[in-house]
């Protein structure tokens, strides 16, 4: 039972020091992509290995522009990024639209877009972790 409570207390305090250390590197990293667009309240990142996806649901409201960042620690590669609609269909995918780390739009009708990240494998022995940061900044 002792072991149990300072295993969970330790990955709590992990938790807590790898969310500390994506918010970081996104203020020092992430932030200047959105120039020219109000970042929302939301922060979405995560800490990711080669081979991991992660999937998130954003709602976009309608007659707004918008840019949708994907940032990512250099150590993982050309994280790709794909938008999808509520019933699935593919609305943006960056492999085919020069591998960018942002993309602008604007939607005609307010809605919720899935956004899917997936981390490029590697045939590297070690793996190693990085943070991906998903940041949407709106103009008025």
Known sequence: MKHSIILILAFGLFA??????????TKKNCLSSLDGYIQNDNYNSAILIPGDEAELMLTFLAGQDYRLVICSHPVLGEVGYEINDSRGKRLFDSSKNDGSNYVDFK???????QIHVQVPETKSAI??????TVLVGSKS
């Open 16 to 25: 807590t020091a790898a969310d500390a250390q994506c918010r970081s590197f």
């Open 127 to 132: 793996l190693h972790e990085g943070c991906v």
């Open 107 to 113: 939607v005609e009708t307010t809605q919720q877009l």
